[in-house]
């Protein structure tokens, strides 16, 4: 049974950072993208970063030069390190991991992990 455990969030106040961290297990496939996800009160999960299996990175606008997403491969953990946080950062953030699928060729997010809640006061 695949699983994605995200741990390390909490409350903080605006301007501090916070560092998550994923542990994924029971994965009979490696992955060719992971990323993370957050979902607010009332609004739609969306997309907050994600680094292919060849180390390549992308962030949401509203997170770029905030946001830090890095692996360890060897050690099966994904890492986000959120520095300057704001207070429209308070969501669940959610591990998630994607497999290639065929016709076209793409690499789509399929499994996400139960989610840590991130809480950021002014």
């Known amino acids: 049974q695949e699983q994605l455990v995200e741990s390390g969030g909490g409350s903080v106040q605006a301007g501090g950072s916070l560092k998550l961290s994923c542990a994924a297990s029971?994965?009979?496939?490696?992955?060719?993208?992971m990323g993370w996800y957050r979902q607010a009160p009332g609004k739609e999960r969306e997309l907050v970063a994600s680094?292919?299996?060849?180390?390549?990175?992308t962030y949401a606008d509203s997170v770029k030069g905030r946001f830090t997403i890095s692996q360890d491969n060897a050690k099966n953990m994904l890492y986000l390190q959120m520095n300057s946080l704001k207070t429209e950062d308070t969501a669940v953030y959610y591990c998630a991991a994607g497999w290639i699928v065929p016709d076209p060729v793409s690499c789509d997010f399929g499994h996400w992990g139960q989610g840590s809640q991130v809480t950021v006061s002014s």
């Open positions: 680094i292919s299996s060849d180390g390549a990175t």
């Open positions: 029971g994965f009979m496939f490696s992955s060719c993208q």
